[in-house]
T-cell receptor, first 113, second 110 residues
Framework: DAGVTQSPTHLIKTRGQQVTLRCSPK?????VSWYQQALGQGPQFIFQ???????QRGNFPDRFSGHQFPNYSSELNVNALLLGDSALYLC????????????FGSGTRLTVV | DAKTTQPPSMDCAEGRAANLPCNHS???????VYWYRQIHSQGPQYIIH???NNETNEMASLIITEDRKSSTLILPHATLRDTAVYYC???????????FGAGTILRVKS
């Protein structure tokens, strides 16, 4: 049973560019959340998607946007990249109404130069 | 979600019990205590959660004080592979997001 799969694992972008990160949730899960983790800090919640809609959003600018597809997979898009966007981006999946924990992927390491 | 306070780091000898404390004095009645850990270069991993009763699973035990203002995660026989950052999170059981603090860096030493 595959867990959460994220792609790519690493990438390097230039300031001002746009990036798309992808996430496939764990089998049976229908909710996807995205987190940003700067070096040495805990993950910070970006947003959550359920039924192809953004359900909750953290304190991130509109440059961060997302999408969820009918097969529950999700994308995170970041426009006009800044150096400060360099971080590990984590995807977590869960089943709505299930009180137990989220399953996290290993993340995408984004470096903005 | 209530805030939590954890020590920044702890050491533990391999084979001994690791006891990781967490203070959550502002916890409300519908909030659960969750523990996750993050091993280097991996995503966070769910360990255990509880409301007011002590809980145990194959990974760890969770002890919550009677007033629910603090809790302790216990790894009964720590191994080198338990070296990680451990996060204590307080949230409603069906809440949407996880609010991570800085966590506790646990170093298990041989």
């Amino acid at each position: 049973d595959a867990g959460v799969t994220q792609s790519p694992t690493h990438l390097i972008k230039t300031r001002g560019q746009q990036v798309t990160l992808r996430c496939s949730p764990k089998s049976g899960h229908d909710t996807v959340s995205w987190y940003q983790q700067a070096l040495g800090q805990g993950p910070q919640f970006i947003f959550q998607y359920y039924e192809e809609e953004e359900r909750q959003r953290g304190n991130f600018p509109d440059r961060f946007s997302g999408h969820q597809f009918p097969n529950y997979s999700s994308e995170l898009n970041v426009n006009a990249l800044l150096l400060g966007d360099s971080a590990l981006y984590l995807c977590a999946s869960s089943l709505v109404g299930q009180g137990t924990g989220y399953t996290f992927g290993s993340g995408t390491r984004l470096t903005v130069v | 979600d209530a805030k939590t306070t954890q020590p920044p780091s702890m050491d533990c000898a391999e084979g001994r019990a690791a006891n990781l404390p967490c203070n959550h004095s502002t916890i409300s009645g519908n909030e659960y205590v969750y523990w996750y850990r993050q091993i280097h270069s991996q995503g966070p991993q769910y360990i255990i959660h509880g409301l007011k009763n002590n809980e145990t699973n194959e990974m760890a035990s969770l002890i919550i004080t009677e007033d629910r203002k603090s809790s302790t995660l216990i790894l009964p026989h720590a191994t080198l592979r338990d070296t990680a950052v451990y996060y204590c999170i307080v949230r409603p059981q069906y809440g949407n997001k996880l609010v991570f603090g800085a966590g506790t860096i646990l170093r298990v030493k041989s």
